[in-house]
């Protein structure tokens, strides 16, 4: 058979293995890389810095953490906000590696006083944190949250305790959905002691890069407490301190209308005013989360308020998975009947 047989089906094979090292090329190319002073080389996204820990995410062993004293110099792929020890102005630019001890920085400095360009070497002790940037326009991104806990005792009285809580945060342009629902059911012998569901979704329009307009509604049933029901629906304006790698921190005042539904089939209404919170803030390069959420809110013309929100501790095990320890409370004061209810939780945790 003619050599020529072979000709295209070879030009064809080379071609494609031409094309798949130059893209893997191209892929390793874009990652960013930090040299350690005991000559390993790490290559991946950086993330952040915080406290001395920076956090890289590797397509091999997914997050890294480094000890930032042993990094001798780094360049990343896309700009970074970059804050110095000096507090008074911060970067949102490039790293390019440099002699050992220093990166160059090449972007942007912003201060009171306006924005530079600049092209300049600085020392990596003088470095205070470093985050990736969350762009708003254009941005889709979708991360959510299931923790389960599940404890049962056998003996003379057996008792069981089960939890489960579910977030969900879609985000795309200048809308942000925030859907977050929750079951709590503890028995003790014949005696149940909590045994209740609920939910609550917001919707934030963001107006400019850190203002939005939020409307939320909530709901919960409860079969032990002698407030069985709670709806609550309101709207207005919030505003997003700071959303990065390192946590997140945002603020919202609400007017609305509160209702309450009792076991005994009565029920009754008000217009209240509220401010909800929602803060987190990851430690030791997102190995911990320190986080709370909740609303306090207040009746329009009347001595009645509520409370409800929780606080909790988070060990993240790997990107995936974590142990939680939470404390949430749920308040009911000055209306015909009234709740106290404090549930302690602990559990495991998974995130996509």
Not at 296 to 318: C, P, S, T
Request: charged fraction near 20%; glycine fraction near 12%.
């Amino acid at each position: 058979m003619p050599n020529h047989a072979y000709a295209a089906p070879c030009r064809r094979i080379v071609r494609f293995l031409l094309l798949s090292s130059l893209a893997l090329f191209a892929a390793c190319a874009q990652a960013g890389t930090v040299w350690m002073d005991n000559g390993d080389r790490i290559t991946g996204n950086i993330l952040s810095l915080d406290n001395g820990i920076l956090l890289v995410n590797t397509p091999y062993g997914g997050d890294v953490r480094l000890q930032f004293k042993h990094v001798k110099t780094l360049q990343s792929d896309k700009a970074l906000v970059i804050r110095d020890k000096s507090v008074e102005h911060d970067y949102y630019a490039k790293l390019v590696s440099a002699d050992q001890g220093k990166v160059q920085v090449e972007g942007v400095q912003r201060s009171p006083d306006g924005d530079n360009e600049v092209k300049t070497d600085v020392a990596l002790s003088s470095l205070q944190s470093m985050t990736a940037p969350k762009p708003l326009l254009g941005e889709t991104a979708v991360k959510g949250k299931l923790d389960l806990s599940l404890a049962q005792k056998t003996a003379s009285v057996n008792s069981q305790n089960y939890a489960a809580a579910f977030s969900l945060d879609a985000r795309r342009g200048l809308w942000r959905n925030v859907l977050s629902a929750a079951y709590n059911r503890s028995k003790d012998g014949d005696d149940v002691g909590t045994d209740n569901y609920g939910g609550d979704y917001a919707l934030d329009r963001f107006l400019t890069e850190k203002a939005f307009w939020q409307g939320r509604i909530r709901y919960k049933r409860d079969f032990v407490e002698e407030v069985s029901r709670q709806t609550a629906y309101g709207t207005g304006p919030g505003y997003q301190f700071w959303d990065d790698e390192l946590g997140a921190f945002s603020l919202s005042a609400l007017v609305g209308r509160v209702e309450y539904g009792y076991s005994d089939g009565g029920n009754e209404g008000f217009f209240a005013g509220g401010l909800r919170w929602n803060y987190t803030r990851y430690l030791s390069g997102k190995q911990f989360q320190v986080y709370t959420n909740g609303e306090f809110y207040r009746a329009l013309g009347d001595a009645g308020f509520g409370l409800n929100g929780e606080v909790g501790l988070r060990y993240n095990i790997n990107s995936t998975l974590s142990l939680y320890v939470k404390y949430a409370r749920d308040l009911v004061t000055g209306t015909r009947e009234s709740m106290n209810e404090s549930i302690y939780g602990t559990g495991v945790g998974w995130s996509f």
